[in-house]
C-alpha cells in the first residue's frame, strides 16, 4: 500500500529565504506526482505535475524534483513572500492513471515578513 | 468557464442523519473523483465515478454511495452520520488525466 510522508510537518521562515520541503514515497511504481497548495479551508490549487518519466519541473519560483528509485520529491520555493503561506501537499498517482491518488499530510508554511 | 463547482460550502448535521453533497465538474470533464479531509491531514480517495458508475473505491464503509449524472455532476452521500465524518469533503473532475479540485464542502457532525 502506498504511504506519502511530508517533512516537515511545519515550517516558519523569514520573507525572502529560499526553502525546500520534502516528500517520500514508499511504492516506487507511480504514475505521476503532484504538488498542491491549499489555503486554510479551501480546495487544492495545483502547483507543479511531474510525469513519471520527467525529473523536475519548474514554474516561476518553484521548482520540483522526482526521483523514482529513491522515492522522493523536492518542492523548492526561491525568494519566499507572505503569500506563500499556505499548506503544501504532495500527491502520486496510481500507476496506470490518476485513479487513487494518495496524498501526504502536508508542510504547513509561514512566511514572516 | 467555470471550475469546479460544490455545494454547500457549510453544512452541520446531528450525529445519525444522513447527507448529499453535491459536485459540478469542470466543463468538457467526465470523470468524477471524491475525498475526505479531516482536519490536518491529507485528502483521502473516497471513490471515483466514469460514465454514471463507480470506477473505483478507497478504503471507506458502505455508508458512502455515490451517483454520477449523465451531466456528468455528482453527488457524494453519507448514511448514519458519525461524529468522525466531520471532514472537508473535495470533489475533484478530469478528463482523464490531471484532476482540478473544486473548493470543498466542510461537514460538521454534531
Known amino acids: 500500500k502506498q504511504e506519502v510522508t511530508q517533512i516537515p510537518a511545519a515550517l516558519s521562515v523569514p520573507e525572502g529565504e529560499n526553502l525546500v520541503l520534502n516528500c517520500s514515497f514508499t511504492d516506487s511504481a507511480i504514475y505521476n506526482l503532484q504538488w498542491f497548495r491549499q489555503d486554510p479551508g479551501k480546495g487544492l490549487t495545483s ?4 510525469q513519471s518519466s520527467q525529473r523536475e519541473q519548474t514554474s516561476g519560483r518553484l521548482n520540483a524534483s522526482l526521483d523514482k528509485s529513491s522515492g522522493r520529491s523536492t518542492l523548492y520555493i526561491a525568494a519566499s513572500q507572505p503569500g506563500d503561506s499556505a499548506t503544501y501537499l504532495c500527491a502520486v498517482w496510481g500507476l496506470y492513471n490518476n485513479n487513487d491518488m494518495r496524498f501526504g499530510a502536508g508542510t504547513r508554511l509561514t512566511v514572516k515578513p | 468557464d467555470a471550475g469546479v463547482t460544490q455545494s454547500p460550502t457549510h453544512l452541520i448535521k446531528t450525529r445519525g442523519q444522513q447527507v448529499t453533497l453535491r459536485c459540478s465538474p469542470k466543463s468538457g470533464h467526465d470523470t468524477v473523483s471524491w475525498y475526505q479531509q479531516a482536519l490536518g491531514q491529507g485528502p483521502q480517495f473516497i471513490f471515483q465515478y466514469y460514465e454514471e458508475e463507480e470506477r473505483q473505491r478507497g478504503n471507506f464503509p458502505d455508508r458512502f454511495s455515490g451517483h454520477q ?22 470533489c475533484a473532475s478530469s478528463l482523464g488525466g490531471e484532476q482540478y479540485f473544486g473548493p470543498g464542502t466542510r461537514l460538521t457532525v454534531t
Open chain 2, 69 to 90: 449524472f449523465p451531466n456528468y455532476s455528482s453527488e457524494l452521500n453519507v448514511n448514519a452520520l458519525l461524529l468522525g465524518d466531520s471532514a472537508l469533503y473535495l
Open chain 1, 47 to 50: 502547483l507543479l505535475l511531474i
